[in-house]
């Protein structure tokens, strides 16, 4: 049997429109030369068809019921042209499913389609990871190194959002290798405070896909342009770092703990205000949401505390929640300087108060406080 022509000219038209539609989009692709094109949209198929966006999808094949992606990849074993092979070979190399890969497998065998050389020997190898963090603390870059057998190169990277509870909010995978991507970073950092660490192979996936599980159940979900496209792609990458790694050591603050926090700033030089019960309440807000960190203050943690926490969360009337701005401007100076942040970093938090101050009064009620 002799190879079958490549190019999306290979697709018969009596296909379903649906499997027309994206056999096409995999042959436009496959012979690109550009591997990393290739399994980003394999990724996408494989995003728009999971479980938690199977919901958003009705409606978009009209008086049809839509496929589970297992059953669209069932579908891809009864289609025997090269661009189905193509995608099952990826399937068959990143499924978590053993019985799936061995049917898949067995199928493959009795195929005779020419494949490009780095899909026939398609596996991940992560050599490296870093990440990147921020002057704050308000999230981090985690950085995967990845190289294919063929020898070509790409670089995963993950942006984690700790004020929101350390979840990924976006995600994006770059064709050049990591040690290249880190040298176009560092030479664009406009912040002195910012800086790259090398980061434990396990316990970057470990925090990785915790912050992956996180963003799955935050509603709505966070999209961009190329997440949650990218996130089967992340994900298969990251199922080849060890296991066992360190999540996110989130701090646990206990009332008794809050209640302390609240009694060295009113003996501290930073306190003007005197105003321990409004304190407490907002310190609690700051333990129980986003970071969960009391001591952590960045301009958009001032942005979600004063714009959302605070009017929806603090039980106090309107003249005692107006002085919530003033208090924090003490509070914030006082927190930087036990966590050792430098002194134009609080100056830029504490100018977020200032920016933020009138459209929280007139959240709570008090406009021209």
């Known amino acids: ?50 479980p938690e966006a199977h919901d958003s999808l009705e409606g978009a094949v009209d008086d049809e019921e839509l496929p589970t992606y297992e059953e669209l990849v069932e579908s891809f074993m009864d289609i025997r042209l090269r661009e189905s092979s193509a995608l099952l070979t ?62 070509f190169e790409f670089t995963v990277i993950a942006y984690v959002e700790h004020n929101q509870g350390s979840l990924v909010k976006d995600a994006f995978v770059v064709p050049e290798a990591i040690g290249k991507v880190i040298e176009l970073m560092r030479s664009k950092l406009t912040n002195q405070d910012q800086r790259f660490e090398a980061l434990d192979p ?23 342009k190329t997440w949650p496209g990218c996130r089967p792609l992340v994900e298969w990458v990251l199922r080849d770092l060890p296991a066992g790694g360190r999540g996110y050591e989130r701090p646990e603050w206990s009332e008794q703990d809050v209640n302390q926090l609240v009694t060295d700033f009113l003996a501290s030089p ?11 309440q907002i310190l609690w807000v ?12 960045s301009p958009t943690s001032v942005e979600l505390v004063m714009t959302r926490w605070l009017p929806a969360n603090v039980d106090a009337d309107a003249p005692d929640l107006a002085k919530a701005p003033a208090l924090l401007r003490g509070f914030i100076r006082f927190a930087h300087e036990r966590t050792g942040l430098r002194p134009g970093l609080t100056d830029e938090t504490v100018a977020a108060v200032d920016r933020w101050e009138s459209g929280y009064l007139e959240a709570i009620g008090t406009p021209g406080s």
């Open 286 to 297: 700051c333990a129980t949401n986003g970071a969960r960190d009391p001591l952590h203050w």
């Open 90 to 151: 990826v399937v068959a190399a990143t499924t978590t499913d053993e019985g799936q890969a061995a049917r898949i497998r067995g199928e493959l065998a009795e195929r005779h389609h020419k494949l490009p050389a780095w899909l026939r020997t398609l596996a991940f190898e992560p050599y490296r990871t870093e990440q990147l963090l921020e002057a704050y603390g308000d999230g981090d870059d985690i950085m995967v190194g990845v190289r294919l057998p063929s020898g």
């Open 202 to 224: 396990a316990d970057a996936r470990t925090r990785t896909e915790d912050a992956i599980q996180l963003a799955m159940n935050t509603t709505p979900p966070f999209e961009g």
């Open 1 to 50: 049997m002799s190879p079958a022509p490549s190019g999306s000219d290979n697709i018969p038209d009596d296909l379903d429109p649906a499997h027309n539609a994206l056999l096409v989009g995999i042959a436009d692709r496959l012979d690109s030369g550009r591997p990393l094109e290739f399994l980003e949209s394999v990724s996408k198929l494989a995003s728009a068809f999971a």
């Open 270 to 280: 930073f306190d003007a205000a005197d105003e321990r019960a409004l304190l407490q």
